[in-house]
């Protein structure tokens, strides 16, 4: 397998799921259990830079690992969300879609999402400040809690996927 990238990153072994022009990964920082992002191999800022086919295989792609990681986490409903450009709160130039698993009561508003998906560098301890004062309730989580995933915890997740994506009828 040749490398793949998420913006500068490598992500080879985070990469769960490679259609012919996308692939899904998991999350590096993940607002919720079971958040992944979905990219085009092509290394691109905006939904506007894609070709047709790019963008037809991305929400294909999106679709596919949607109804696997709604059943893997046992979700309720999903968020799906792209931040196409700098100001819209993407923190990687790269085209990304993230699917978030929710399930009821997971965040103390529903919309709370947003603004960890909006924080600065997806930086989850600027999030849950941002959320406690606006007195959602939520409790501020311990620093080992915000830290960035190891490698291994990753690997981990992506393989434990890619045997969930290759038995399932896509």
Known sequence: MSAIYF??????????????HSYALVNLKPILPGHVLI????????????????????????????KVIENVYKADSLNIAVQDG????????????HIIP?????LPNVDDVYALLNSKDADLELSFQQL????????NPDDEDRKPRTEQEMWKEAEFLA???AKSSL
């Open 102 to 106: 929710r399930k009821l009561s997971d």
């Open 163 to 165: 045997k969930k994506m």
């Open 7 to 20: 913006g500068p990153f490598a992500v080879t072994r985070q990469v769960f799921f490679q259609s012919s």
């Open 39 to 66: 990219c085009p191999y092509r290394v691109v800022p905006r939904i506007k830079d894609l070709s047709t086919e790019e963008v037809a295989d991305l929400f294909v792609t999106v679709q596919k690992v949607s």
């Open 132 to 139: 406690k004062s606006l007195n959602t309730g939520m409790a």
């Open 86 to 97: 700098p100001l819209a709160g993407q923190s990687v130039p790269h085209v990304h879609c």
